[in-house]
T-cell receptor, first 113, second 115 residues
Framework: KQEVTQIPAALSVPEGENLVLNCSFT??????LQWFRQDPGKGLTSLLL?????REQTSGRLNASLDKSSGRSTLYIAASQPGDSATYLC????????????FGGGTRLMVKP | NAGVTQTPKFQVLKTGQSMTLQCAQD?????MSWYRQDPGMGLRLIHY???????DQGEVPNGYNVSRSTTEDFPLRLLSAAPSQTSVYFC??????????????FGEGSWLTVV
């Protein structure tokens, strides 16, 4: 059974700092990996999706990398801003998982002005 | 563009009561799903549907029923509510049911408390 872990569970940084969020998964037979943002009381918004054949994806100040063989992904946020404060979740879709995404528990990020 | 709409936003139920969480999408998506989110456990798939008339179980289906009579709607029914079903429920949809690069869209969630 696929298990997805995100460490740390919470992170507080000063504005302007570059930061890295970590995601690890136990079964490397994945189809893709997706990073989401969740604001309090809201649903999830997709940030980046990395196919299993890709190494990284970039969108603005966000860069997500994927190392399938080691079961790891990182989300790099450059020049963090208070508006980046949210919970970030990663989810993997396995090759044989049909339509199921397996989510990590999330990292709650606070960027202080 | 409404996207994925869930109702109600908040609900308190007594143990043993039944209720339906509504989900509707206006993007003509084939794939719809229901997740529950519990503290520290991420989201877990309850049921999903790959098209009208087709549903299947996810990771935690017990105590829930679904149906898909139209492409737009995917209601989740709690048959006899239990305190263990206290959670935040999210409906999601995407264009393709197959593993793909299509983005998945989430509703804003339904907060359910069973007392």
């Amino acid at each position: 059974k696929q298990e997805v872990t995100q460490i740390p569970a919470a992170l507080s940084v000063p504005e302007g700092e570059n930061l890295v969020l970590n995601c690890s998964f136990t079964d490397s037979a994945i189809y893709n990996l997706q990073w989401f943002r969740q604001d309090p009381g809201k649903g999830l918004t997709s940030l980046l999706l990395i196919q299993s054949s890709q190494r990284e994806q970039t969108s603005g100040r966000l860069n997500a990398s994927l190392d399938k063989s080691s079961g790891r992904s990182t989300l790099y946020i450059a020049a963090s801003q208070p508006g980046d404060s949210a919970t970030y979740l990663c989810a993997v879709r396995g090759n044989n998982a049909g339509n199921m995404l397996t989510f990590g528990g999330g990292t709650r990020l606070m960027v202080k002005p | 563009n409404a996207g994925v709409t869930q109702t109600p936003k908040f609900q308190v139920l007594k143990t043993g009561q039944s209720m339906t969480l509504q989900c509707a999408q206006d993007m003509n998506h084939e794939y719809m799903s229901w997740y529950r989110q519990d503290p520290g456990m991420g989201l877990r798939l309850i049921h999903y549907s790959v098209g009208a008339g087709i549903t299947d179980q996810g990771e935690v289906p017990n105590g829930y029923n679904v149906s898909r009579s139209t492409t737009e709607d995917f209601p989740l029914r709690l048959l006899s509510a239990a305190p263990s079903q206290t959670s935040v429920y999210f409906c999601a949809s995407s264009y393709s049911p197959l593993p793909s690069g299509n983005t998945i869209y989430f509703g804003e969630g339904s907060w359910l408390t069973v007392v």
